[in-house]
């Protein structure tokens, strides 16, 4: 079975604003207040999308969630019309005006775990849409991501798309930020299927003890469980002998890697990871070069590049790609280009015997800013050709469908938006009408709350 591994970026929302409401990310705490330009980061993602198409990546996207999140703030008690219920809600909980007005949803490494028909027992195309158990505004993301994923992969043939896990303290899942699919046909079965790395930052069965290694995070909270990664493997059909489990290493969490693409990335036969990114890195190399084989390539970085660096510049929250020649492509974000310490090390993979890698740095700040790299802006899903054509073709990234979505984005966007700005009814009417659009341009129909009230 032959697979083309396709990117679906998750487009910036109109809403796109500093909250700083992420507890264990660095940057969306330290940017928390500022003003956001929404037009800029939405173009900013836009050309990131446009430059790996354009290299023959294969590139879709995702449309952004619904801002205000309206359902969210009847279940909590604020009543009336829409504007009336934001004017409610900005006089008595400024927070929660923020949460639901977060554009979250752009970060979509966060919205699903997918799993290809190669690697799944009834051999459809599986996802997971996480529930993001953990924070308030990122939890009221699971439902809308499911009935994306719905109209997007439609054909249930070929797709299958589960309902998020049960938001429970043993449940935690934060989607494909915590999962990483690696393969090498020479070694792994059948063409095509692949080796998963699940990394988990708490074994909620043993959290009086901190997890299966006795270790657990002080400062900041363990997002992700080993139960839930589990019960994803499950549900997809996947073969558990195929599955490495490995716990993220504390230190690495409370350093601010608040999911594991913070300290690692991988494809392919290749990981790249950060000295300190597991709690056991000798057993989870280990585990993978059993299942790989002698071409699996693990690259650590460390020594000069501390914990610091890699939260700061984002380094391992690049895109790895594996182009058409069988070489290797990083997409690293600037940032990592101006620390004199990440861009030496991107150099030294660059000349690394056998690897054949190539990088370089895109500008995606805005999103820098609010605490996501390049991979947290995209959902990495394999697919065969059969699949890619079952795809809702208007969510795939053409040079034409992405110079209507730049014209869009220029018609509605704002230039600047502070957080006084959230309280503003005449936002919230903005970004439903530049929704409400949108979903014509894509061609999937109906699928926000607002437009079936």
């Given at each position: 079975?032959?697979?083309?591994?396709?990117?679906?970026?998750?487009?910036?929302?109109?809403?796109?604003?500093?909250?700083?409401?992420?507890?264990?990310?660095?940057?969306?705490?330290?940017?928390?207040?500022?003003?956001?330009?929404?037009?800029?980061?939405?173009?900013?993602?836009?050309?990131?999308?446009?430059?790996?198409?354009?290299?023959?990546?294969?590139?879709?996207?995702?449309?952004?969630?619904?801002?205000?999140?309206?359902?969210?703030?009847?279940?909590?008690?604020?009543?009336?019309?829409?504007?009336?219920?934001?004017?409610?809600?900005?006089?008595?909980?400024?927070?929660?005006?923020?949460?639901?007005?977060?554009?979250?949803?752009?970060?979509?490494?966060?919205?699903?775990?997918?799993?290809?028909?190669?690697?799944?027992?009834?051999?459809?195309?599986?996802?997971?849409?996480?529930?993001?158990?953990?924070?308030?505004?990122?939890?009221?993301?699971?439902?809308?991501?499911?009935?994306?994923?719905?109209?997007?992969?439609?054909?249930?043939?070929?797709?299958?798309?589960?309902e998020p896990l049960p938001c429970s303290d043993a449940m935690g899942d934060e989607g494909a930020a915590n999962h990483?699919?690696?393969?090498?046909?020479?070694?792994?079965?059948?063409?095509?299927?692949?080796?998963?790395?699940?990394?988990?930052?708490?074994?909620?069965?043993?959290?009086?003890?901190?997890?299966?290694?006795?270790?657990?995070?002080?400062?900041?909270?363990?997002?992700?469980?080993?139960?839930?990664?589990?019960?994803?493997?499950r549900r997809h059909g996947l073969d558990m002998k195929r599955c490495v489990f490995a716990q993220q290493n504390p230190?690495?969490?409370?350093?601010?890697?608040?999911?594991?693409?913070?300290?690692?990335?991988?494809?392919?036969?290749?990981?790249?990871?950060?000295?300190?990114?597991?709690?056991?890195?000798?057993?989870?190399?280990?585990?993978?070069?059993?299942?790989?084989?002698?071409?699996?390539?693990?690259?650590?970085?460390?020594?000069?590049?501390?914990?610091?660096?890699?939260?700061?510049?984002?380094?391992?929250?690049?895109?790895?790609?594996?182009?058409?020649?069988?070489?290797?492509?990083?997409?690293?974000?600037?940032?990592?280009?101006?620390?004199?310490?990440?861009?030496?090390?991107?150099?030294?993979?660059?000349?690394?015997?056998?690897?054949?890698?190539?990088a370089e740095f895109v500008d995606v700040r805005e999103s820098m800013r609010n605490g996501g790299g390049p991979a947290?802006?995209?959902?990495?899903?394999?697919?065969?050709?059969?699949?890619?054509?079952?795809?809702?073709?208007?969510?795939?990234?053409?040079?034409?469908?992405?110079?209507?979505?730049?014209?869009?984005?220029?018609?509605?966007?704002?230039?600047?938006?502070?957080?006084?700005?959230?309280?503003?009814?005449?936002?919230?009417?903005?970004?439903?009408?530049?929704?409400?659009?949108?979903?014509?341009?894509?061609?999937?129909?109906?699928?926000?709350?607002?437009?079936?009230?």
């Amino acid at each position: 079975m032959t697979l083309v591994e396709a990117n679906f970026d998750g487009l910036v929302g109109p809403t796109h604003n500093y909250a700083g409401l992420s507890l264990g990310n660095v940057a969306a705490s330290s940017n928390a207040g500022r003003v956001s330009k929404p037009m800029a980061a939405a173009l900013e993602g836009l050309a990131k999308m446009r430059r790996l198409a354009a290299m023959g990546v294969v590139q879709g996207l995702l449309p952004p969630h619904q801002r205000p999140h309206l359902p969210t703030l009847r279940a909590l008690g604020f009543a009336g019309t829409p504007a009336q219920m934001i004017a409610k809600c900005a006089k008595v909980d400024a927070v929660l005006l923020a949460q639901v007005y977060s554009a979250s949803s752009m970060w979509t490494a966060n919205a699903a775990t997918v799993s290809p028909g190669a690697d799944t027992a009834d051999g459809r195309v599986h996802f997971t849409p996480a529930n993001l158990r953990t924070m308030l505004h990122r939890s009221i993301e699971a439902g809308q991501t499911a009935r994306v994923l719905r109209a997007v992969f439609h054909d249930e043939r070929q797709f299958a798309i589960h309902e998020p896990l049960p938001c429970s303290d043993a449940m935690g899942d934060e989607g494909a930020a915590n999962h990483t699919r690696l393969f090498d046909d020479r070694r792994v079965g059948k063409p095509g299927a692949g080796v998963h790395l699940f990394v988990y930052g708490v074994h909620h069965a043993g959290v009086n003890q901190g997890s299966a290694t006795g270790k657990r995070p002080r400062k900041y909270p363990a997002r992700q469980t080993l139960e839930a990664s589990q019960a994803v493997a499950r549900r997809h059909g996947l073969d558990m002998k195929r599955c490495v489990f490995a716990q993220q290493n504390p230190e690495a969490i409370d350093a601010g890697a608040f999911h594991n693409d913070v300290v690692c990335v991988g494809t392919g036969r290749v990981l790249v990871y950060h000295a300190r990114a597991f709690a056991d890195n000798v057993g989870v190399l280990k585990q993978l070069r059993a299942l790989l084989g002698a071409g699996f390539e693990a690259v650590e970085v460390g020594g000069a590049v501390t914990l610091k660096d890699a939260v700061g510049t984002y380094l391992f929250n690049s895109q790895l790609l594996t182009l058409h020649n069988r070489t290797y492509h990083l997409v690293a974000p600037a940032e990592a280009r101006e620390n004199a310490r990440t861009r030496k090390a991107v150099e030294a993979m660059g000349t690394r015997r056998g690897l054949r890698l190539s990088a370089e740095f895109v500008d995606v700040r805005e999103s820098m800013r609010n605490g996501g790299g390049p991979a947290c802006l995209r959902l990495r899903v394999p697919l065969t050709d059969e699949q890619l054509q079952a795809v809702t073709q208007g969510c795939m990234c053409t040079s034409g469908q992405l110079a209507r979505l730049e014209a869009w984005v220029k018609k509605h966007y704002r230039e600047t938006l502070a957080p006084k700005d959230l309280a503003d009814p005449a936002l919230m009417r903005e970004s439903f009408d530049a929704l409400d659009e949108l979903t014509g341009i894509l061609g999937i129909g109906a699928v926000y709350p607002f437009q079936h009230e």
